[in-house]
């Protein structure tokens, strides 16, 4: 069956970096497109970037645009999630999430697997 999962959660300050990393098995990887959202304590999860099949297209939630990127090594099945420029507010459990679609979306209900999520914890 599909699986995905979420590693390299962690505790780092402000102005730090982290990359997650999303491994998937039990599905042809490289057909769909692929993303991550977040969900914050207290807040509904919300969109923050997606990456389309191949890789050649992707995009991101404004509060983040600049500061993460998404990237997936098809060899691998893997997606990744570079975030820099950390801030409190960045605070979250981060799940990645497979599309139904090759293209990718804002919208969780064109999601149909999801990762348990990584707790990511930035300290001011």
């Known amino acids: 069956q599909v699986q995905l999962v979420e590693s390299g959660g962690g505790l780092v300050q402000a102005g730090g970096s982290l990359r997650l990393s999303c491994a998937a098995s039990g599905h042809f990887f490289s057909s769909y497109a692929m993303a991550w959202f977040r969900q914050a304590p207290g807040k509904e999860r919300e969109f923050v970037a997606h990456?389309?099949?191949?890789?050649?297209?992707?995009d991101y939630a404004s509060s983040v645009k600049g500061r993460f990127t998404i990237s997936r090594d098809n060899v691998k099945n893997t997606v990744y999630l570079r975030m820099s420029s950390l801030k409190p507010e960045d605070t979250a459990v981060y799940y990645c999430a497979r599309a139904i679609t090759i293209r990718g979306s804002y919208h969780q209900d064109e999601y149909d697997y999801w990762g348990q999520g990584t707790q990511v914890t930035v300290s001011s």
């Open positions: 990456i389309s099949w191949s890789g050649g297209s992707t």
